[in-house]
């Protein structure tokens, strides 16, 4: 990877639900705490998924930074190698 990468995530877990217009409830409070437990239930399942991503980046980066580092290590001691004899 270069010095600079734009990653983007998206995620298609969404809610589009008019519950008012013009400052009047169009729904009951029983549909809007049935809607607040959605919500909740998919916020978690966001978070659970951000969660995974995130660890198999840091485990991707952190294998390619080990991987570069130990090839960069190989061809140093390569160049002492032939540097002694």
């Given at each position: 990877?270069?010095?600079?990468?734009?990653?983007?995530?998206?995620?298609?877990?969404?809610?589009?639900?008019?519950?008012?217009?013009?400052?009047?409830?169009?729904?009951?409070?029983?549909?809007?705490?049935?809607?607040?437990?959605?919500?909740?239930?998919?916020?978690?399942?966001?978070?659970?998924?951000?969660?995974?991503?995130?660890?198999?980046y840091?485990?991707?980066?952190?294998?390619?930074?080990?991987?570069m580092?130990?090839?960069?290590t190989?061809?140093?001691?390569?160049?002492?190698?032939?540097?002694?004899?």
């Amino acid at each position: 990877m270069g010095k600079r990468n734009i990653v983007g995530v998206r995620c298609s877990i969404r809610m589009e639900v008019p519950i008012a217009q013009s400052g009047h409830l169009l729904v009951s409070e029983e549909y809007l705490r049935f809607l607040t437990t959605l919500a909740n239930q998919k916020m978690e399942l966001n978070r659970q998924r951000t969660d995974t991503f995130l660890t198999r980046y840091i485990d991707q980066v952190t294998f390619s930074s080990f991987s570069m580092a130990f090839e960069h290590t190989l061809s140093l001691v390569s160049l002492l190698n032939n540097l002694r004899s």
